[in-house]
């Protein structure tokens, strides 16, 4: 680079000259976008609504994602999302996220993960199954109050589950407004090298 001081002057203490910005741009993207590509982010969901008839009601769904011993893959969790809500009186409404490592489902529903990439057929080494009531066991790693409306706790990776283990999560919504019918939405994104 001629014409320029090999070391930063007083007056600009720090070089801001860049080179080959059409070769070689500065783009920073998240994991997620390079797994998807790969076909290999995935996501699962659950919810499930409960009326209120007398006094507190609750609606609870719980989501476990569990990484087969002998996969050959490591699970990055990526994000877990999802929503509390109401028909009505939303005021009323409270609710809680747990996430748990490990822990049981009681009376388990099989769920089937989607790829994100959605031109690729490649299917996840993970199990995951839903549930309508609370886990059982494991250890708690996160519990957040929830508000309603959406949240999203993301993670990019920083959760990481090897074969042999599970992360778990439970999001319930409680109430006791007469006529109110809520909601619990819990939605798991991640990918597996």
Do not use: C
Not at 18 to 34: F, L, R, S, V
Request: aromatic share 8%; no cysteine; hydrophobic share 35%.
């Amino acid at each position: 680079m001629p014409n320029y001081y090999v070391f930063d002057t007083n007056t600009s203490p720090v070089n801001v000259q860049m080179t080959n910005t059409y070769q070689n741009p500065g783009i920073i993207a998240p994991p997620e976008n390079n797994a998807s590509n790969s076909g290999r982010l995935f996501s699962i969901f659950g919810s499930t609504s409960s009326l209120v008839v007398l006094g507190l009601t609750s609606a609870t769904i719980s989501i476990l994602l569990s990484n087969p011993s002998g996969s050959g893959r490591t699970v990055y969790l990526s994000q877990i999302n999802g929503s509390i809500g109401g028909s009505s009186l939303l005021s009323s409404l409270t609710g809680n996220m747990s996430i748990v490592k490990g822990g049981t489902l009681t009376t388990p529903t099989t769920l089937t993960p989607a790829n994100n990439n959605l031109g690729n057929t490649t299917t996840s080494t993970s199990t995951t199954q839903s549930s309508t009531a609370v886990i059982t066991g494991g250890t708690t790693v996160a519990s957040f109050q929830l508000a309603p409306g959406p949240f999203a706790q993301h993670f990019r990776g920083s959760i990481i589950i090897p074969p042999g283990n599970a992360i778990s999560a439970t999001v319930s919504s409680s109430s006791s407004a007469i006529g109110l019918t809520m909601t619990s939405v819990l939605n798991f994104y991640w990918w597996e090298v």
